[in-house]
């Protein structure tokens, strides 16, 4: 078949659409913001409200609260394309699924993970984090976040035929995300006793390096699975 | 090699092979289990540190080493029904699934039973102590990924992919919990001469680890089996079979009855 489109344009065209969509329904935006917003501050409510005791806590429960928050959107990257047809013609177009699944994969990061990294100054400041952590949390975010989009995706890939496939979502995807819950908290609790932490953001990195070469391949693959 | 392995891409050839496999793997498991564990439970000597409490090791190692062991087998096995599009390679991921989830289960409560007179709690949060309890969660994505398709022939491809994910970050995993704490003791048998461990403990210890391994392996056919039977139940193979076998039980009531 004829490619009308280069991948620039394809990857574009998939991105602005995914994105646009969003915007018209800006309540997918906000509620995971509001809902990280809510698990943080229930924290300090059952844990006391002493400062340093949050501070030593606080890397812990934004982490959690990213993975958590992230969780809330992962359903949806591939969900209403599904339903309305339109990724069973994504897939039988003669463009390569995986570069499909990268641009709708950074555009649910646009989405979820850099709102969360833009505000997570003011969530920091919440938590009592002095401004070396605060760096170190903006990083990780930074680094992190795409990384649970992009493994995100393989669990969304797998369950998206699925009618209840959200309890089941997180139950695959979780215990993928340990690895990078460990190395980002160690990082800003590391950076706390103002230490240096180049090590944990180079293993996040190299992480980051490996998902993006290897993830969308399975969610590709997992897709002609949940599609066929 | 190819001609030879061709054949068993046949689910017939396979479950015919599972049937003679089947009785060697159940009489060693039967016979190791009863030797190793009579072996280790009455006749080792008892540790001079940790008294007879050390005997659990018995089944707490053989069925931790299992717990892997059988992830890896079946990630072995997704790689090769992903590649391959073996059906029969699908299935047995499927029934390895639960039965390395139970050695998991087996291995983290004798776990917990043991660290309790020795650490003194039921559960601390170790990297091996970590580690294991993630490899249940990810026999329990694949199992129940498998249960919420409809449709078994793509539950069987999905699951396949989530246990190569899983086996792609497993190792990922298991580093950066060990990395994060450890307080779980080494591996006691690094070198095949004992290493760390005195014989009269070492060989009831590699006995049970034999007796654990057949009998995953005399489960997994045992399964592998069943679900052969069950994707193939329209096949006129297996109709076949279950009527001669009715037909032969049919006439073993006609003899009794005539006696």
């Known amino acids: 078949m004829q490619r009308q489109y280069s991948y620039r344009q394809l990857f574009i065209s998939v991105y602005k659409k995914d994105v646009l969509l969003a915007f018209r329904q800006r309540s997918e935006i906000i509620n995971p913001l509001l809902f990280f917003l809510i698990v943080i501050s229930l924290f300090p409510l059952g844990i006391g409200p002493e400062p340093q005791l949050l501070a030593r806590m606080a890397p812990g429960i934004i982490w959690v609260a990213a993975l958590l928050s992230t969780m809330l959107g ?96 997180s139950l695959l995807v979780l215990p993928l995300y340990i690895p990078v819950l460990i190395f980002a908290t160690s990082a800003i609790d590391t950076s706390a006793m103002s230490l240096d932490y180049t090590g944990q953001l180079a293993i996040l990195g190299a992480m980051l390096a490996i998902a993006l070469v290897m993830a969308p391949f399975a969610v590709s693959s997992a897709l002609k699975v949940s599609v066929s | 090699m190819w001609k030879w392995l061709h054949p068993y891409a046949k689910a017939q050839t396979a479950y015919r092979l599972c049937n003679t496999l089947l009785p060697y793997f159940a009489v060693v498991a039967v016979a190791s289990i009863i030797i190793g564990w009579v072996w280790g439970l009455g006749f080792a000597p008892a540790d001079y540190q940790q008294k007879d409490s050390y005997r659990i090791i018995f089944i707490h190692v053989p069925s ?26 699908e299935l047995a991921v499927i029934a390895i699934a639960p039965v390395g989830a139970a050695m998991t289960l087996i291995a983290l409560i004798t776990g917990a039973a043991w660290g309790k007179p020795m650490w003194g709690a039921w559960w601390v949060w170790d990297a ?132």
Not at chain 2, 229 to 246: F, M, S, Y
């Open chain 2, 64 to 89: 931790a080493i299992l717990s892997m062991g059988a992830y890896s087998s079946m990630a072995i096995a997704a790689f090769i029904a992903l590649v391959w599009q073996l059906r029969n390679a």
């Open chain 1, 74 to 169: 992962l359903d949806k990257i591939f969900r209403d394309d599904y339903q309305d047809g339109s990724l069973e013609q994504l897939l039988v177009s003669p463009y390569p699924t995986s570069l499909i699944v990268i641009a709708k994969v950074t555009a649910h990061w646009s989405i979820t993970g850099l709102p969360l990294v833009l505000l997570s100054p003011m969530f920091g400041l919440l938590l009592n984090l002095d401004s070396n952590a605060m760096q170190a949390a903006i990083i990780t975010l930074l680094i992190g976040t795409p990384l649970l989009s992009l493994i995100g995706a393989i669990g969304a890939g797998l369950t998206v035929g699925l009618q209840k496939g959200g309890i089941l979502l």
């Open chain 2, 128 to 259: 091996r102590l970590t580690s294991e309890l993630i490899l249940l969660f990810l026999y329990l994505g694949v199992i129940s990924l498998y249960n919420a398709f409809e449709d078994k022939g793509s539950a069987g491809r999905a699951s396949c992919i989530l246990a190569l994910v899983g086996a792609i970050n497993l190792p990922i995993i298991h580093f950066s919990v060990e990395w994060w704490n450890t307080l779980h003791q080494g591996a006691t048998i690094t070198k095949f001469d004992g290493g760390a461990i005195d014989a009269s403990m070492f060989w009831p210890l590699m006995v049970n680890i034999l007796a654990f391994a057949a009998f995953v392996g005399t489960v997994v056919l045992m399964r592998l089996k069943n679900e052969i039977l069950l994707r193939e139940k329209h096949r006129p193979w297996v109709k076949g079979l279950i009527t001669n076998q009715t037909q032969l039980e049919n006439q073993n009531v006609g003899d009794k009855n005539a006696v």
